[in-house]
């Protein structure tokens, strides 16, 4: 017992000593402000129906997209306090010539979360370099509108685990055991999970910077059963910031979403391809 004592005082030791050299201070932070438009607009089109061209024979239609990824995180000697707004907002609306309009919506999504990071090693010369420690999340997850088939997307999630954060190329990897009270549908349900998550950021050259994630959750146990319960899921992106001025970036990109559902055969899946121009600017920088 008192040699597990010393290992850990030598350990906390020598994440304070860490500590000392790392960044301090409030990092306030808008990560990406993005905007994606495109309108369609088609006339006369039934007169043109048995043309082959289709930029007379389409549906007349408008996409737009929004995301919000803003932070306002306090780096202290020994720990890391997190809080991140996450929105992000699609919808597709298509004008038949000859029927009623449809409206789909691609995305939405609004997610707070706050949470809690021990400051215990850095690693230099790896990867870059990284910081490692056990974390504790807790956050809601929500959507802007209610779908027309489906209630309102309500969840509070707490997230406990180890991470490896704030590197050169690594900023984050974490795995975590996740436990949900899901209010979303009736009656509410608790829900226990693992996960595991990834983001890499890395230069290509001057003013082109590339940056991917992914996350797996795996449902393990829920309180009570709905047809809409999830076995798993899974979601990727990936895009290239090519700053066009200052703090002003396009980015082509790609994101893909999957899952399983438990009482359904086939998954479901989602893929997002596009070029998106985004804003980002630090309010305050850790020092």
């Known amino acids: 017992m008192k040699k597990l004592f010393l290992l850990a005082a030598a350990i906390l030791l020598a994440g304070s000593a860490f500590a000392q050299d790392g960044k301090q201070g409030w990092q306030v932070e808008l990560k990406k402000l993005a905007f994606d438009l495109t309108n369609t607009e088609v006339k006369h089109a039934q007169d043109y129906e048995n043309f082959s061209d289709a930029r ?44 009623e309009k449809l409206t789909n919506e691609n995305a939405d999504k609004i997610l707070f979360q706050t949470g809690y990071t021990q400051r215990l090693w850095h690693v230099n010369d790896f990867l870059g370099g990284f910081e490692v420690g056990p974390f504790a999340n807790l956050g809601y997850q929500t959507e802007f509108t209610k779908p027309h088939h489906a209630p309102r997307t309500r969840i509070l999630r707490g997230t406990a685990g180890m991470k490896l954060f704030d590197g050169k190329y690594l900023k984050k990897f974490y795995a975590a055991i996740v436990g949900e009270r ?35 959750r795996d449902y393990l146990d829920s309180s009570e059963k709905h047809p809409t319960d999830l076995d798993w899921e899974f979601t990727a992106d990936a895009r290239l910031d090519v700053q066009l001025y200052k703090n002003l970036f396009v980015a082509p990109f790609v994101s893909y979403y999957t899952a399983q559902g438990k009482y359904i055969g086939p998954r479901g899946e989602n893929v997002y391809v596009g070029v998106s121009f985004s804003f980002n600017h630090i309010f305050h920088e850790a020092k």
């Open 182 to 216: 899901d209010y979303t549908y009736s009656p509410y349900a608790t829900k226990l999970a693992w996960e595991t998550a990834i983001e890499l950021e890395a230069p290509v050259r001057e003013g082109v910077t590339f940056k991917a994630g992914a996350l797996f």
């Open 56 to 99: 007379l024979t389409s549906d007349s239609q408008t996409s737009v997209r929004g995301s919000w990824d803003s932070i306002a995180d306090y780096h202290a000697q020994h720990f890391v306090w997190t809080n991140q707004l996450l929105m992000d907002y699609g919808r597709t609306q298509i004008r038949p010539v000859d029927g």
